[in-house]
Nanobody
Framework: QVQLVESGGGSVQPGGSLRLICTVS????????MSWYRQAPGKERELVAS???????SVEDSVKGRFTISVGYAKNTIYLEMNSLKPEDAAVYYC?????????WGQGTQVTVSS
C-alpha cells in the first residue's frame, strides 16, 4: 500500500511564497510520475505540475514561471515551490501518483492567499 502525505500549506499574502511537500511511504520508483493537483471551492480538481523520475517536468500555463516541481534527495519526497502567489492560487493541493493501475492521493493541504 502506498501512502502520500502532503504538508507545507498555509496562509500567505498575494506575492508570497510557500513550499509544499509530499512524502511517499516507501520509495518512489524510477517508473513513477508524481503530480500536484489543486481544487478550489466549487471547481473541479486540476493538474498543476508533474514530474517523472528522469527529471522531466511540466507545469500548467497558469503557474508557469511561478511554480516549480522537484524531487527530494531522499527520493521519496516531492516538492512544489510556489512563488508570486495570487488569490486565484488558493485551493486544496493534492499529491498524486499512479501505480499498479491505481491512483494514489494524499489528504490535501490548504493554501490560502489573501490580504
Amino acid at each position: 500500500q502506498v501512502q502520500l502525505v502532503e504538508s507545507g500549506g498555509g496562509s500567505v499574502q498575494p506575492g508570497g511564497s510557500l513550499r509544499l511537500i509530499c512524502t511517499v511511504s516507501g520509495s518512489i520508483f524510477s517508473s513513477d510520475t508524481m503530480s500536484w493537483y489543486r481544487q478550489a471551492p466549487g471547481k473541479e480538481r486540476e493538474l498543476v505540475a508533474s514530474m517523472n523520475m528522469d527529471g522531466i517536468s511540466s507545469v500548467e500555463d497558469s503557474v508557469k514561471g511561478r511554480f516549480t516541481i522537484s524531487v527530494g534527495y531522499a527520493k521519496n519526497t516531492i516538492y512544489l515551490e510556489m512563488n508570486s502567489l495570487k488569490p486565484e492560487d488558493a485551493a486544496v493541493y493534492y499529491c498524486n501518483m499512479p501505480r499498479w493501475d491505481r491512483q494514489f492521493w494524499g489528504q490535501g493541504t490548504q493554501v490560502t492567499v489573501s490580504s
